[in-house]
T-cell receptor, first 113, second 118 residues
Framework: AQSVTQLDSHVSVSEGTPVLLRCNYS??????LFWYVQHPNKGLQLLLK??????LVKGINGFEAEFKKSETSFHLTKPSAHMSDAAEYFC???????????FGKGTTLSVSS | GAVVSQHPSWVICKSGTSVKIECRSL??????MFWYRQFPKQSLMLMAT?????????EQGVEKDKFLINHASLTLSTLTVTSAHPEDSSFYIC??????????????FGPGTRLTVT
């Protein structure tokens, strides 16, 4: 069975400092992995996705993530946080095309000035 | 990416009434629709999966007689919450899945419907 574990429920950073949101996955197949962001009272926005191409994936708004099979990790990073990055972030896994996306519990990112 | 819409975006209903939520794939042939529920400050939980023209498959713990899902066409799926109660108040999000133009498979989320049952 597939699952994701987001290692931090809450991460706080200062504006201009790096962001690291950690995610480990479990999958019986070669997974597709995603990061979504959700701002308060809003829908989901896809930040980036990994689908067995390059292991370093670049997304929108300066975010990127690296797929590490040996560590079963897919951590999300950004070199410099912006106030507008404050939101809920979900790491998501899918085992096979056509199956549902399985969400992690989410990490709340707070950015202080 | 494809556009997926949900209607209504928010609804308030009285306890005991039924509410229908529509999910439309506007420019994408959705062979599969997924319905998720998100309680406040929690993650998305999969409720059910429906393939076009077939009965939905419900996740464990989701009452199929309470949450009626119809997926009659490649562009429309509906979720009807029957005899709604306050504990059904939640954010309901659909996802449309299907073949992409590049031979792969893509899923696109709708913007969600916030249901409040009084």
């Amino acid at each position: 069975a597939q699952s994701v574990t987001q290692l931090d429920s809450h991460v706080s950073v200062s504006e201009g400092t790096p962001v690291l949101l950690r995610c480990n996955y479990s999958s019986s197949y070669s997974p597709s992995l995603f990061w979504y962001v959700q701002h308060p009272n809003k829908g989901l926005q896809l930040l980036l996705k990994y689908t067995s191409a390059a292991t370093l994936v670049k997304g929108i708004n300066g975010f990127e993530a690296e797929f590490k099979k040996s560590e079963t990790s897919f951590h999300l990073t950004k070199p410099s946080a912006h106030m507008s990055d404050a939101a809920e972030y979900f790491c998501v896994v899918s085992d096979r095309a056509g199956t549902a996306l399985i969400f992690g519990k989410g990490t709340t990112l707070s950015v202080s000035s | 990416g494809a556009v997926v819409s949900q209607h209504p975006s928010w609804v308030i209903c009285k306890s005991g009434t039924s509410v229908k939520i529509e999910c439309r794939s506007l420019d994408f042939q959705a062979t599969t629709m997924f319905w998720y529920r998100q309680f406040p400050k929690q993650s998305l939980m999969l409720m059910a999966t429906s393939n076009e023209g077939s009965k939905a498959t419900y996740e464990q713990g989701v009452e199929k007689d309470k949450f009626l899902i119809n997926h009659a066409s490649l562009t429309l799926s509906t979720l009807t919450v029957t005899s709604a109660h306050p504990e059904d108040s939640s954010f309901y999000i659909c996802s449309a899945g299907g073949a992409s133009g590049r031979g792969g498979y893509e899923q696109y989320f709708g913007p969600g419907t916030r249901l409040t049952v009084t």
